[in-house]
């Protein structure tokens, strides 16, 4: 009674499956058949109950009728398969190249800037952090540039409508602006508040100036600041040191010149030239006939920027810099618009 029906489900399965046309159809027959919940499963189940003999017997028979209907299932759901497969659409041309993956670019002024940093680590700077927004003290008063001082009006500023509660002690006023960095010199005083001479950094980041563009000149653009004070250091340092990472940078002998030049922070200060490095100084269109490049602003610190730290007069001596990194990325790449750094044109990033 039982192995009869044992094959009257088995039959009844194979009759269905050849009415199936469609993947769902075939998993509502394994459901049927097959599932927790079928007659045939349920059957599966009972036979704990029969006597050994029989459980040996119809046992036996039911698992052969499983694996049957199990292979029945996996041959249909093949054939299925295939017969849904559009081999004109889908046909895959295994002697076509590959499609390339699309890789990041760096901008042209991070490789500048990682390089630069690279350069000081090895000569044992310290790559310190200076803040994007800056309070009117730390971007110009503490750089002994008060108000009022005409020497504000070199870098027209973008300031914030936001201004906050002073908090500093140096400072008279009850509240103050707050400031879009004009200059990395900004970070000066603020690490000097806090660290001791010796010690030598570069603050690498971005500046702000709320002037007309063309092709040397960004409203947003990068600079960095080098700075280094000690009891000893004098203007020899400054050449020295401005010449070996110009050397590494440039990857080729670099001669430098100071210009004398005014910044309220610095006494004296230069305004600082480096061979063309193009035509290695004997003059080409890329310096104007000159040989020398322009490539930013330096000097010996001011003895009131040491004051304005907390340091004694007279005591330390340092010398500092602010350099364009979009002026040295246009030099090693021949770039002749600084505009283009942030263009986001993509034609452009991809060249590096
Ligand atoms: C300064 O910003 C001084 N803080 C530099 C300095 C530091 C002097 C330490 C002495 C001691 P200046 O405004 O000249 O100086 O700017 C320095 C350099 O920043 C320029 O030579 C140029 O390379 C870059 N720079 C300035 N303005 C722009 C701009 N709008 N777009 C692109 N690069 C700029």
């Not at 108000?147 to 300031?159: E, G, L, N, S």
């Not at 005014?262 to 080409?284: L, M, N, R, S």
Request: glycine content about 8%; overall charge positive; some cysteine.
């Amino acid at each position: 009674m039982k192995k009869e029906k044992i094959k009257n489900l088995s039959n009844q399965f194979f009759q269905e499956i050849q009415t199936v046309q469609s993947e769902d159809q075939l998993f509502q027959l394994e459901k049927k058949y097959l599932g927790r919940k079928s007659e045939f499963i349920g059957f599966l189940k009972s036979l704990k109950n029969l006597a050994p003999e029989e459980r040996k017997q119809f046992g036996r028979l039911a698992n052969e009728i499983k694996k049957e209907i199990t292979q029945k299932l996996e041959e249909k759901k093949k054939e299925l398969i295939e017969k849904s497969f559009d081999f004109e659409k889908e046909s895959l041309d295994v002697t076509m190249p590959g499609r390339k993956k699309g890789v990041g670019h760096l901008n042209p002024i991070s490789i500048v800037r990682y390089k630069i940093e690279d350069i000081f680590s090895r000569m044992g700077y310290e790559v310190a952090d200076g803040s994007e927004i800056e309070t009117e003290f730390y971007n110009f008063d503490a750089l002994n540039i008060p108000a009022h001082h005409p020497a504000r009006d070199m870098q027209d500023t973008f300031w914030l409508q936001q201004k906050i509660k002073n908090q500093h002690p140096k400072v008279k006023r009850e509240e103050e602006r707050l400031a879009m960095r004009s200059q990395t010199s900004a970070g000066q005083v603020k690490y000097m508040e806090k660290h001791k001479p010796p010690f030598r950094i570069i603050v690498p980041g971005k500046c702000f100036r709320n002037e007309a563009t063309d092709t040397t000149h960004e409203h947003t653009f990068y600079q960095f600041e080098a700075l280094v004070v000690g009891e000893n250091i004098n203007v020899g340092h400054l050449k020295f040191t401005a010449q070996e990472f110009f050397s590494q940078f440039f990857k080729q002998k670099v001669k430098i010149r100071l210009r004398p030049s005014y910044f309220p922070f610095t006494e004296p200060g230069f305004e600082f030239d480096i061979t063309c490095t193009v035509c290695h100084g004997k003059g080409c269109s890329a310096c104007q006939g000159g040989g020398w490049l322009e490539l930013g602003g330096a000097g010996m610190v001011n003895q009131n920027v040491f004051e304005a730290s907390g340091y004694p007069r007279n005591k330390y001596q340092g010398f500092a810099w602010g350099f364009g990194i979009e002026r040295l990325a246009m030099m090693k790449y021949g770039i002749d618009d600084v505009r283009l750094f942030h263009s986001g044109d993509l034609r452009f990033i991809k060249q590096f």
